[in-house]
């Protein structure tokens, strides 16, 4: 693991220009066409990410916490590389395992063997890696012949297994999780928790963007909260909460 792992991001932003469902309607597109109004719409732009500065080091555990559509899965997948930031800069060292994004990389007609694999990839791991590991992410799914089978006739406890399986075979020195820590029936859940511990242990960094004030207590070790994209609060887990929770009315 490197020491040096750290997530450095200055002034980063993120928008998203949207077409209302009247501007993109064929209708819209006939009547624009056969008309003089040929200027396309302008769209319109959400803005989820505004100027985010964030310092993450070795050992650091950051818990994301914001209202609904604050910005924290946004946040999670720039720092993953899944979204570009469409200005700032952002500078991340060190392998990133994201934990979230659940449905991302499978396919309904593969087998669960064929599936491993494609999630591996999307997670980050190398082929190398998820074909070393294969026994072991088939053993902690307990799905035995059934992997053999289409995910499509899988039904959604069975899904989750895999895509724990595979999340957790795979080493990360920066950690992005979301919760989705109640995975499975009872038995599951009790090895899956155990599983994301030790990852979470190992990990030189982790970003946890939660609802679940429990978990953040007991897993992180500073926050930040999120409103509007923006960063209002950066500081310790009861400094956040405390602002989080007054500005929620919980
Ligand atoms: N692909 C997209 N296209 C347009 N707008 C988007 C897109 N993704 C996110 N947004 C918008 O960006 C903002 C932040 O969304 P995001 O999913 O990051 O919020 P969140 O804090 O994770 O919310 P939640 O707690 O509900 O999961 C919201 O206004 C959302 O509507």
Redesign the pocket.
């Known amino acids: 693991m490197s020491p040096q792992a750290h997530i450095i991001l200055r002034n980063v932003s993120?928008t998203?220009?949207?077409l209302s469902f009247r501007d993109r309607s064929l209708r819209s597109r006939f009547v624009r066409a056969m008309t003089l109004r040929r200027k396309a719409p302008r769209p319109h732009i959400?803005?989820?990410?505004n100027g985010i500065d964030l310092d993450v080091r070795a050992g650091d555990r950051v818990a994301?916490v914001?209202?609904?559509?604050?910005?924290?899965?946004?946040?999670?997948?720039v720092l993953a590389g899944i979204y570009h930031p469409t200005a700032g800069n952002i500078d991340v060292l060190g392998r990133c395992l994201s934990l979230f994004d659940l449905s991302a990389g499978f396919d309904e007609e593969a087998t669960g063997y064929e599936n491993i694999m494609r999630r591996g990839l999307v997670i980050g791991a190398r082929r190398t890696e998820i074909d070393a590991r294969r026994v072991e992410i088939a053993e902690f799914t307990e799905l035995g012949d059934r992997l053999d089978l289409p995910l499509r006739t899988y039904s959604s406890g069975m899904m989750l297994r895999l895509i724990f399986a595979v999340a957790t075979a795979v080493e990360g020195e920066i950690v992005l999780l979301?919760e989705w820590i109640g995975v499975g029936d009872q038995q599951f859940r009790k090895k899956a928790r155990l599983r994301l511990d030790e990852i979470v242990a190992r990990a030189g960094i982790l970003v946890l963007?939660s609802?679940d004030l429990d978990l953040i207590k007991s897993t992180c070790n500073r926050a930040i909260l999120?409103e509007?994209?923006r960063i209002t609060v950066s500081g310790t887990i009861e400094e956040v909460l405390a602002r989080y929770l007054g500005a929620a009315k919980v």
Do not use: Q
């Open positions: 993120v998203f220009p949207v959400v803005t989820a990410l994301i914001g209202a609904n559509g604050a910005g924290k899965t946004t946040l999670l997948r979301d963007a609802h999120l509007e994209g």
